[in-house]
């Protein structure tokens, strides 16, 4: 079992930055992948931005690319996602995941709302 607890969630004006974190504990060892999801109200949940912990790779949504980066504190087991230059869609709840195996783990959510 992992456990993921996200923060850093909050209300910024289009354009601002926020910087969301994940701490995980458990059984983080078997994870092999972590990252981002987020969801709106009536819609599925939608990837963002995740690493592999084995090969360092690094993927992004195209509609983040060049705005949000996601980075790694091995020693505190947390990741973390930098979102700068914020739109208005980019209001939803976003969720902290990762992936050991066939298993997927989630985090409670953090709500982002980008709104002036």
């Known amino acids: 079992q992992v456990q993921l607890v996200e923060s850093g969630g909050g209300l910024v004006q289009p354009g601002g930055s926020l910087r969301l974190s994940c701490a995980a504990s458990?059984?983080?060892?078997?994870?092999?992948?972590m990252g981002w999801f987020r969801q709106t109200p009536g819609k599925e949940r939608e990837f963002v931005a995740a690493?592999?912990?084995?090969?360092?790779?690094?993927k992004y949504a195209d509609s983040v690319k060049g705005r949000f980066t996601i980075a790694r504190d091995n020693a505190k087991n947390t990741i973390y996602l930098q979102m700068n230059s914020l739109k208005p869609e980019g209001t939803a709840v976003y969720y902290c995941?990762?992936?050991?195996?066939?298993?997927?783990?989630w985090g409670q959510g953090t709500q982002v709302t980008v709104s002036s």
């Open positions: 995941h990762a992936g050991a195996g066939p298993c997927h783990y």
């Open positions: 458990g059984r983080t060892s078997t994870s092999d992948v």
């Open positions: 690493f592999s912990w084995s090969g360092g790779r690094i």
